[in-house]
């Protein structure tokens, strides 16, 4: 997100706040003193979330009781979760979106005491753009503390990946030099593209690998070029030892393989001549481009272990879609690579976050937001009853719906979460995984979610020993009959016909036991039975590249399972090359 990253030896800790820019011999340990600072002190608040959860209410109230917003809620009356819940529907962005506009235009107090210093950007379901306030307030009372606790995994484990800028790969960093701009003049930005130093005061929050040498690219490239900037990114990084590849998005970690061989020819081209894109750049390299060149002739392909041995970790979601592709993907950047979960958070602010190694999920982060949860079969509406973090329960998916000082009240960004266990200690703090988002797919009652289609895939696939690349689906209604979902998948190796059939079965059989109304529909006849698409191995991945190609930034294009769009479907299905078979 940020211009620098740690790159020095490590000193004593020097405290929870940095106004001065460390100078670089200091850097690294001030880094890695911060980020187990902020581990530390919200363990410590593990002991009792319950209070701290308290805190974060009453802190909220009184910051922003003099805003429009609170003013109209009464926020100097409230007291409890339960007034909260009382004074103030649950809402989503659109229901939101008219008292963020004014703010946009410049109007203060409107839901945050402090004004907003940039506006986050968010896809969302839909695809359109939002317009996150982001308060100085909010960044360092919500932001900060989970943010720099979730690098404390890399940095106790993986030290040698934070020893030089050059040893992450940053495929998120992507800063710009004339961002786009509210009514009222403000920054318009991912999260991505803001510079926390320069902005918050906050010099130790630049990510790993955000000062690497291709960070700020040495060569003219047009802003919205994502496709080439990500070309003249790898082109450089396979000059250097790295170590660690940093996604969030995950589909962006399943683009490299993809894109190395996409650009082979170009990239040892580029190495020889000491070329940056065709322009010049440095020294020619002709001894690393022989290598290069023995590598895929040995090999018989490319594949980022061979290029970069001493890989070791990823950091990225490693749920949702990505349970079904991230083993093999591991593979491609080599047998022992490590995949660390990235925070369960969005623009509007963060849910979970890993503290340790485990494989998917992250602690609540009670310091940050009031949250509130609702069972994740609900329809959520503004008066929909929720459950406090304490009456989780271990197994059961739940929409996420939290309160922060930042602005967002009784908020549904959207996210379904999957609680993976909680502590056996009273007061117990959850660790939640992402589960999906809470978009439905329901043409005939059977009201399926992301996550139970996941489940049921995964399952389906486990039980016939295949593996796939990523996968879709669409509900379609032939002539006549009833509807019917179908699912693309894109395999990792060829399939025979029986095997294709074997799956079809087993997915449909799964479906029916992940969900009661996909069940119930099938057993009424309101939906046939589903059928298989075989796409070519790299179809999701093309379609992935052209959509990038189309201006849309790589953070943003993100898996999708449900796909109701025909002409996405189209493009998925038909213009994008695929195997052939119909099941």
């Known amino acids: 997100m940020q211009t620098a990253e740690p790159s020095a030896a490590e000193p004593a800790n020097t405290g929870s706040s940095n106004t001065e820019p460390p100078h670089a011999e200091d850097r690294l340990g001030q880094y890695r003193a911060r980020v187990f600072e902020e581990r530390n002190r919200l363990r410590r608040a593990f002991s009792d979330p319950a209070a701290r959860q308290r805190e974060v209410l009453t802190d909220l109230l009184a910051f922003n009781a003099g805003t429009a917003y609170g003013k109209a809620h009464d926020f100097d009356r409230l007291r409890t979760l339960d007034d909260l819940r009382k004074a103030v529907p649950v809402q989503d962005y659109a229901a939101l979106s008219p008292w963020i506009e004014r703010m946009a235009e410049g109007e203060p107090g409107v839901l945050t ?8 950007t968010s896809s969302g379901s839909t695809g359109a753009h939002k317009k996150i306030p982001v308060t100085p307030r909010f960044m360092h009372t919500t932001f900060f503390p989970f943010y720099y606790a979730a690098w404390a995994p890399m940095a106790e484990h993986f030290p040698d990946v934070l020893t030089r800028p050059d040893a992450v790969l940053n495929l998120k960093h992507d800063p710009v030099v004339a961002p786009a701009t509210t009514a009222s003049g403000r920054p318009h930005v991912g999260a991505s593209q803001v510079d926390f ?10 990510e790993p690998g955000t000062s690497a040498p291709w960070a700020v690219l040495p060569v003219p490239v047009a802003a919205d070029d994502h496709v080439e900037k990500m070309y003249l990114r790898l082109r450089m990084a396979v000059e250097s030892d790295v170590r660690c590849v940093i996604g969030i998005n995950p589909a962006m970690v399943a683009a490299v393989p993809y894109q190395l061989r996409l650009w082979w020819p170009r990239i040892v081209k580029d190495v ?9 750049f440095r020294s020619p390299n002709p001894e690393r481009a022989a290598e290069l060149e023995r590598l895929e002739r040995y090999f018989g392909t490319v594949r980022p272990a061979h290029i970069w041995p001493n890989m070791r970790l990823l950091f990225c979601w490693t749920t949702g879609l990505a349970t079904l592709y991230l083993p093999r993907l591991r593979e491609e950047f080599g047998p022992s690579v490590t995949a660390l979960p990235a925070p369960v958070a969005a623009s509007e602010g963060p849910v979970g976050v890993a503290l340790d190694r485990h494989p998917t999920a992250g602690s609540l982060v009670v310091t940050a937001s009031v949250y509130e949860f609702v069972d994740a079969d609900r329809d959520l509406g503004p008066d929909v009853e929720t ?15 939290y309160s922060h000082v930042g602005g967002l009240y009784r908020y549904a960004g959207g996210d379904v979460v999957r609680v993976v266990d909680v502590p056996s200690q009273p007061g117990g703090v959850p660790r939640v995984s992402y589960a999906g988002r809470r978009n439905l797919s329901d043409v005939a009652g059977e009201r399926l979610r992301d996550a139970q289609v996941v489940r049921a895939l995964e399952s389906a696939l486990g039980g016939a020993g295949l593996a796939v690349r990523n996968a879709a689906c669409h509900a379609e209604t032939p002539d006549g009959q009833a509807p019917r979902y179908v699912f693309a998948l894109a395999g990792e190796s060829a399939w025979s016909a029986d095997e294709t059939r074997r799956l079809t079965a087993a997915l449909d059989t799964e479906l029916a036991r ?3 109304g996909y069940r119930a529909a099938r057993d009424a006849g309101r939906l046939g039975p589903a059928e298989l698409l075989r796409l070519d191995r790299d179809a999701f991945l093309e ?3 052209d959509s990038v190609g189309r201006g849309v930034r790589p953070t943003q294009v993100k898996d999708r399972l449900f796909r109701q769009d025909p002409e996405n479907w189209r493009r998925l299905t038909g213009a994008v090359a695929r195997q052939g078979d119909r099941s």
């Open 113 to 120: 005491a402090d004004q907003p210093a940039v506006f986050f």
């Open 197 to 206: 130093g320069k902005m918050f005061g906050e010099h130790l929050s630049a």
């Open 272 to 280: 020889r001549d000491g070329t940056l894109g065709g322009h010049p």
């Open 387 to 401: 459950l406090g973090p304490h009456e989780l329960e271990p197994g059961r998916e739940y929409h996420a719906i």
């Open 514 to 516: 992940e969900s009661a």
């Open 543 to 545: 379609e992935w590249q």
